[in-house]
């Protein structure tokens, strides 16, 4: 592990001091926007740069649909307790009136018997979260009843107490729903 943590650090060091103009330095890709987007379904099913995930492989996986005045949007979250889903703080912003947490999808366009639908409009957002992507792009939301776990709704794996204190490598993935597409 510490030549993990050597590798790491000197590669750090070796960019830093390649770069050390950092004025000069620009993206070469034109970052995405944040926040939820309006949503909009789609009749043609296309995965871009990925694979359909198998049915119910991801029991922790949460579709938050969320309702405004005026249009409907829809996030994703992880289950973390039968009474508490964890999700980014900018999907819970803009005049949010309240949301549906739906547990148990594989796809949420069907009315699938392992899925859970639970409404709610008890959250709360990190208090240091100011409409950036991060530090602190956090939210929780409270499920009033709470969640029937089975196979196909379960909590997602956390760290122990004993671990808390030990380095962990962060590995990221990213999933989405059957028949679902962001449109502008």
Known sequence: MKEIDLIFITFFVVTAHVTSNWSKVTPTHKIAPTGPHKLAFSEDIRI????????????????LRLIYDTY????????????????????????????????GAHNIRQGESTQQRIPTSTFKVHEQYN??????????????????????????????????????????????????????
């Open 48 to 63: 871009v740069g990925g694979n359909e995930a198998s049915p119910n492989s991801l029991p922790y996986q949460v579709f």
């Open 72 to 103: 409907t949007s829809f996030c994703g979250a992880s289950l973390i307790s039968r009474r508490y889903v964890l999700t980014a703080a900018h999907c819970l912003v803009d005049d949010l009136v309240s949301l549906e947490v739906i547990l």
């Open 131 to 184: 409409n950036q992507p991060a530090p602190n792009d956090l939210g929780i939301v409270y499920l009033p009843t709470p969640a029937n776990l089975n196979q196909c709704v379960q909590l997602i794996a956390l760290p122990s107490r004993a671990d808390a204190s030990k380095k962990f490598i962060m590995i990221s993935s990213s999933s989405k729903w059957l028949g679902i597409h962001f449109s502008a």
